[in-house]
């Protein structure tokens, strides 16, 4: 039961590569830290491994399988700026129940309030919106999150909370959760393992 | 004429707020231009009869815009000409705008469909714009309906261009990515994510082409290749009346020439408050 990148080569010109035969895995019900610096790419690999990216070499398998391009994916990746990731002309209730209904346990759990759901995106703060994309993410078929800096912008007290929420749900249900930073102690604190990033990706950025 | 605008809301309705006026804006001038259609729908031949016993007459209470060498009544002439302008104008911006529909839809279809779009945007812009119509309404033995597909063929250029372009960078968007990632189709993203973007771009472009059509099809009429001269064109009343201005008669061209002008910002006030209130910045407050 793990998510498995193999050899993954990637660039957005033809020899100025980005990710060079990188590597890596994820077991289900595993916290997995990523550190790497700014603009060393770690971002674009998580891309690669949620199926955002398709003009990458190597493979991207879950269970040995790959992932189909139809459908739920059971990888869901969660982005830095929440307010990027929802449709501003959408209300929050709608942007919410995009993939499934969420349950009533997610919203108690993750402290989102009956009143916000009536709301517009511009009218909610980075946080709660932050809330609201962790829970839309997911949904009761998402195996792997991918947490791509997710409270890097938000203060130490709401991203201990948030953390702390989506813990509990991860191992809840057994979900596997690759944790993107370039704070170390952050992930000193959340994960069983780490992988630093220029120990799997060749390419070095000066 | 912004600033002058506003400065007049501030004066006239003081004690509304923001969103009151615009909609007072956009009523009072919807209603001028569906009172200019409707009495033009309801003049009879009669009043535009030729009368040489009140011929080239000055403004007066009787006439208020005068009268033209054939003794005709020039507001009655007015009207009727802006009338026809306007349902001109108004089927120009409808095909114009259902032609931009269907191009924008096809441009986000594929990489050959889209080179295939901006080919024909950079086609049409290629060859002046007037040139255009005057070849097109010809080319289809010219009349009003010469004149109408003709400003309709031409006037989706741009407001193609916007939505091509609004819907390049829809396309980017993250929520775009994730909803594909949350297994929605194409098509349902389509209608659900891009099109509430683009409803008002469409509708906020269709009424500003109107100006932009009324306008050329005034010039095209004025030029002598439009409307036949029987029919109380405003091009055609501008056209006649040239002749006379050097005699003195001011009035055949002033009165109709102010009307067309006052139509047009009209409009043009009708789409800038339209767009105030559809700014999903300020659409929520």
């Given at each position: 039961m793990c998510l498995k990148g193999e050899n993954i080569s990637f660039g957005y010109k033809r020899n100025n590569l980005i990710l060079n035969d990188v590597s890596i895995s994820l077991d289900r019900g595993k916290v997995l830290g990523l550190i790497g610096d700014s603009g060393s790419g770690k971002s674009t690999l998580c891309k690669i491994l949620a199926g955002y990216?398709?003009?990458?070499?190597g493979k991207v398998s879950i269970d040995g399988k790959e992932v189909l391009t139809k459908g739920y994916n059971p990888v869901q990746l969660v982005f830095q700026h929440p307010e990027k990731a929802v449709n501003p002309k959408w209300k929050m209730k709608d942007i919410l129940n995009e993939g499934s209904n969420v349950s009533q346990d997610i919203l108690d759990s993750f402290g989102i309030k009956k009143s916000w759901l009536n709301r517009w995106p511009n009218e909610l703060s980075g946080g709660e919106l932050q809330r609201f994309a962790l829970a839309r993410a997911l949904g009761s078929e998402t195996r792997y999150l991918i947490a791509d800096?997710?409270?890097?912008?938000?203060d130490a007290i709401t991203q201990a909370q948030i953390w702390n929420m989506v813990l509990d749900i991860v191992k809840e249900r057994n979900i596997g959760v690759l944790v993107v930073s370039h704070e170390k102690n952050l992930i000193k604190k959340l994960c069983h393992d780490v992988v630093y990033f220029k120990d799997i990706n060749s390419v070095r950025h000066y | 004429m912004s600033t002058a605008v506003v400065n007049v809301n501030r004066s006239l309705f003081r004690g509304l707020n923001l969103r009151q006026k615009t909609l007072l804006i956009i009523g009072f001038t919807s209603l001028l231009l569906l009172a200019i259609v409707v009495s033009s729908l309801f003049i009879d031949g009669e009043s535009l009869s030729t009368d040489f016993g009140s011929k080239n007459l000055a403004p007066s209470l009787e006439h208020p815009f005068g009268t033209d060498w054939m003794g005709r009544d020039m507001l009655t002439r007015t009207l009727e000409g802006l009338g026809l302008s306007i349902v001109i104008g108004a089927f120009a911006s409808l095909i114009s705008a259902v032609l931009t529909i269907i191009l924008g839809l096809l441009s986000s279809a594929g990489k050959t469909a889209d080179s295939l779009v901006s080919w024909l945007v950079d086609l049409a812009l290629s060859i002046p714009h007037l040139l255009l119509i005057i070849l097109i309404s010809i080319g289809l033995g010219g009349g009003a309906q010469g004149v109408i597909i003709g400003v309709a063929l031409t006037h989706w250029t741009s407001l193609t261009r916007v939505v091509r372009a609004e819907i390049k960078q829809l396309k980017t968007q993250e929520y775009i990515h994730i909803s594909r990632n949350l297994g929605k189709s194409k098509w349902w993203i389509a209608t659900k994510h891009i099109l509430p973007h683009l409803i008002p771009q469409i509708l906020l472009g269709t009424i500003l082409l109107f100006p932009h059509a009324i306008l050329h099809e005034a010039s095209v009429t004025f030029l002598g290749f439009g409307l036949s001269p029987h029919e109380p064109a405003i091009g055609i009343i501008l056209s006649e009346s040239m002749r006379y201005l050097s005699a003195g008669y001011w009035w055949l061209a002033f009165f109709p020439g102010l009307s067309l002008l006052i139509v047009v910002l009209a409009f043009d006030l009708i789409g800038e408050n339209l767009g105030k209130l559809m700014d999903p910045k300020n659409a929520h407050e």
């Open positions: 990216e398709n003009n990458y070499q800096e997710i409270t890097t912008m938000l | -």
